[in-house]
């Protein structure tokens, strides 16, 4: 579903790759999980040379390691492999993307916080701005002291979220 009036920075011309980074507290569960199902929408599109897709956490608990167990069990069930491994985000970030997808608002306020210039922090977008209009949901919830509901609906938003993130900037694109 393309997303008319949602918010997206400038982005580069078709023939360069879009950069898209997605962030949450911890990066092991929600971004990247975003990460893994953003991969498999733009690989089902054969899109790969279009889009460079990474994730990081504004935490610095957990560099290095793999995603939760917990998600990658609810990831693969549906069909994801997630290999990501742990980074914070770094200054460089807002160099290196042309989009960075919040997963919530606290994440959102810790990228604004971070960004070292106007245009950088223009490069910071809600993931559910991206959301279907059905959702009760502003944010992808934290899902860590939850239970297996908690993962299921993390991947149930990113797949309709990371999907209207797709076909937004393509429709986007095509216009320019
Ligand atoms: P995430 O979940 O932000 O979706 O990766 C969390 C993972 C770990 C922690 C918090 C949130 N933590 O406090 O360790």
Known sequence: MIKPNAYLPELPPIGKPVKVLFVCLGNICRSPAAEGVMNEVVSEHGAMNDWV??????????????????????????????????????????????????????????????????????????????FDMTTRYDHVPDPYYEGAEGFELVLDLLADGTLNLFDTVNARRQKS
């Not at 939760?68 to 069990?73: L, Y």
């Not at 069909?79 to 960075?100: A, E, K, M, P, Y």
């Open 53 to 130: 897709i990474d994730s990081a956490g504004t935490g610095n608990y957990h560099i290095g390691d793999l995603p939760d167990s917990r998600m990658r069990a609810h990831a693969r069930r549906r069909g994801l492999n997630l290999t990501h491994r742990c980074r914070q985000v770094r200054v460089s970030d807002f160099d290196d993307f042309d989009i960075i997808v919040a997963m919530d608002g606290s994440n959102e306020r810790n990228l604004r916080n971070l960004a070292p210039t106007t245009g950088a922090e223009n490069k910071i977008v809600r993931m559910a701005d991206f």
